[in-house]
């Protein structure tokens, strides 16, 4: 391999990641490893995190104990992953931390060959784990021996300059597994930073090979760019490479239209301000807001007559759209229905927007509320008016017809005593 023998080392005067930023239970399991005389590093994103002086999702450590060491040393610990077996080390409150020991090759690329299980030559040295990872700036490692920093790839010279480069020769890291693409758009989103020119023309080069990929990986990988609040440069850049109609061929034709185009990128904006906000959202939400843009040109909803039952067949038709659209990437079966339903109810807001009142039976489903957020949600991206409705306060326990109902058995019952008394009932429209 040709890679540099030594790693650079950065001591800890010079670097700005400190102990007090790191996970007390990820410092617990670097010390005990380092105290029975194992390397221990804290690898991968949470070190280039915490050098950008953000809050890692979570912190991955990489030492040269094997599994077995790593079971023995800590009880609350447990072996996974067949083909590379790691450890995840647990602590109260259901969270765990990812142990896994130096290896040669990443379990994503294609020509990694099988080992037997248990196998000893999947492991390798501190600098093969490093040339395995995907891009410079995720492949530094912070050494808790003396709190220096260990960069084999050149990622702290790349942190500094602001670079997404890849490993090594980007043209095979991308043919080994090319959702290392997804990954280079996603990080160069996150962090600002622009893609390195080599890594920049390979990735154009290979982009259509994620057609040949495993469809959750990628699934996970675009869900990954939905979430993160930075959707709209990864699809701004997405649309730039081809790689988005290469994920979602039918969205070519729609994007043409410069409008759209427009209409599709403010709606990606809302997608990030959502990660924001104080009440989350689900993968089927973010699914429904990122393909709302399109529904109009692939379910052009004038086709469909007014009703209930032309309701019936608007969603079966936008089912019908999400089947092709989002199939091949096996997003569950609840995500894709839950999805559709969304899409599909925003035609309800539509039908009644004129009138300014919603009926009464569609207030009070379930998912009113989810469909509302939505379509507030699009209005505010169109620049119209998010809440052209009114409709009872939700704590108004009874329908109009109800709360009519109701009030003629109340006075039938106080006729029986007193026939005298005629009254309306409150808010009755007939009074
Ligand atoms: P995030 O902050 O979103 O979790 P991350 O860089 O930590 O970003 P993970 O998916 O958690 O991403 O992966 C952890 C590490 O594993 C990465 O930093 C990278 O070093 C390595 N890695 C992940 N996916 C690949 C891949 N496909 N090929 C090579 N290395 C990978
Ligand atoms: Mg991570």
């Given at each position: 391999?040709?890679?540099?023998?030594?790693?650079r080392i950065l001591p800890r005067p010079e670097h700005p990641i400190s102990r007090k930023d790191i996970d007390p239970d990820a410092l617990k399991i670097l010390y005990r490893l380092y105290h029975h005389g194992f390397t221990a590093y804290l690898v991968g994103g949470c070190v280039r995190d915490l050098f950008l002086g953000k809050t890692p999702k979570d912190f991955d450590l990489?030492?040269?104990?094997?599994?077995?060491?790593?079971?023995?040393?800590?009880?609350?610990?447990?072996?996974?992953?067949r083909r590379f077996?790691?450890?995840h080390v647990y602590f109260p409150g259901g969270k765990y931390i990812e142990v896994s020991t130096f290896r040669r090759r990443s379990e994503f690329d294609a020509e990694a060959p099988e080992p037997p299980p248990h196998s000893e030559n999947t492991f390798g040295t501190p600098g093969e784990d490093a040339f395995r990872r995907d891009i410079t700036i995720n492949g530094i490692f912070y050494n808790i021996a003396d709190f220096s920093l260990v960069d084999y790839v050149g990622g702290l010279e790349d942190l500094r300059r602001g670079i997404i480069r890849c490993i090594g020769d980007p043209d095979e890291k991308f043919l080994q597994d090319p959702v290392r693409m997804i990954r280079v758009i996603r990080h160069a989103a996150r962090t600002g930073f622009s893609v390195e020119e080599n890594t920049y023309r390979s990735l154009l080069t290979h982009v259509e090979r994620l057609r040949l990929c495993s469809p959750a990986r990628v699934r996970d990988e675009f869900l990954r760019e939905l979430r993160e609040g930075t959707?709209?440069?990864?699809?701004?850049s997405m649309l730039e490479t081809g790689m988005l109609f290469v994920l979602f061929p039918s969205l070519a034709g729609p994007l043409q239209d410069g409008k759209r185009r427009e209409y599709f990128l403010g709606s990606l904006e809302a997608l990030d301000r959502l990660r924001l906000s104080e009440d989350p959202v689900s993968d089927d939400f973010y699914l429904a807001l990122f393909l709302l843009p399109f529904l109009e040109f692939f379910c052009p909803p004038?086709?469909?007559p007014g009703g209930r039952k032309g309701q019936a067949d608007f969603q079966l038709k936008v089912r019908e759209w999400l089947i092709p659209t989002?199939?091949?990437?096996?997003?569950?079966?609840?995500?894709?229905?839950?999805a559709a339903q969304l899409l599909a109810n925003q035609r309800i807001f539509r039908e009644f927007a004129p009138a300014g009142k919603l009926p009464w039976h569609w207030v009070r489903k379930p998912d009113f509320s989810r469909a509302l957020r939505l379509f507030q949600l699009e209005a505010g991206v169109r620049g119209e008016e998010s809440?052209?409705?009114?409709?009872?306060?939700?704590?108004?326990?009874?329908?109009?017809r109800k709360r009519k109902r109701r009030f003629r058995k109340k006075?039938?019952?106080?006729?029986?005593?007193?026939?005298?008394?005629?009254?309306?009932?409150?808010?009755?429209?007939?009074?």
């Open positions: 391999m040709d890679q540099p023998v030594l790693p990489a030492t040269d104990a094997h599994p077995r060491q790593i079971r023995d040393l800590f009880r609350n610990s447990r072996l996974i992953g077996r790691l450890a959707a709209r440069e990864s699809i701004q004038e086709e469909f989002l199939g091949p990437f096996l997003f569950t079966r609840y995500s894709r229905e839950a809440s052209p409705f009114s409709w009872p306060a939700a704590d108004e326990k009874f329908s109009p006075r039938k019952r106080e006729n029986r005593g007193n026939p005298a008394v005629v009254e309306s009932p409150p808010g009755d429209p007939d009074s």
